[in-house]
């Protein structure tokens, strides 16, 4: 199994950052790919940024300049510094885990969200 336990989200004015945390637990499995999603009211959840086992990034347009991900293998966590934040990225953020075991095959676990709000 695979635990994700998020901490930094919080209310900031635009402009403002802010760093998301996201710490694994994992026992059997490995990581292949992880980072967050966010969802705001009323609209659907979106892929922010991505991370994977190789490095590789992956941004959602709207914050590629302002957001980076980044991660810390010896402590199976991983980070997503928020800067020039707008009102537009209030929601909750979510980190997830796409994760690989011998006898479970591929499984995406989730964190349990954190509310993000900028104001203006």
């Known amino acids: 199994q695979v635990q994700l336990v998020e901490s930094g989200g919080g209310l900031v004015q635009a402009g403002g950052s802010l760093r998301l945390s996201c710490a694994a637990s994992?026992?059997?499995?490995?990581?292949?790919?992880m980072g967050w999603y966010r969802q705001a009211p009323g609209k659907q959840r979106e892929l922010v940024a991505s991370?994977?086992?190789?490095?590789?990034?992956n941004y959602e347009d709207s914050v590629k300049g302002r957001f980076t991900i980044s991660r810390d293998n010896a402590k199976d966590t991983w980070y997503l510094q928020m800067n020039s934040l707008k009102p537009e990225d209030t929601a909750v953020y979510y980190c997830?885990?796409?994760?690989?075991?011998?006898?479970?095959?591929?499984?995406?676990?989730w964190g349990q969200g954190t509310q993000v709000t900028v104001s203006s």
């Open positions: 997830f885990a796409n994760c690989w075991a011998l006898y479970s095959g591929y499984r995406v676990f």
């Open positions: 994992r026992s059997g499995f490995s990581i292949n790919t």
């Open positions: 991370i994977t086992s190789g490095d590789s990034t």
